[in-house]
């Protein structure tokens, strides 16, 4: 991943905080991976 499409995703995270949630955990379990 790259830095232009973390920021999109960021990005995309402020626009719900639920979905900031799920996408925040399931970045956390990508990096345990």
Do not use: G
């Amino acid at each position: 991943m790259n830095s232009v499409e973390f920021e999109t995703m960021c990005d995309r995270m402020t626009v719900s905080s639920s979905e900031t949630i799920v996408l925040t955990n399931a970045l956390q379990d990508n990096l345990k991976a």
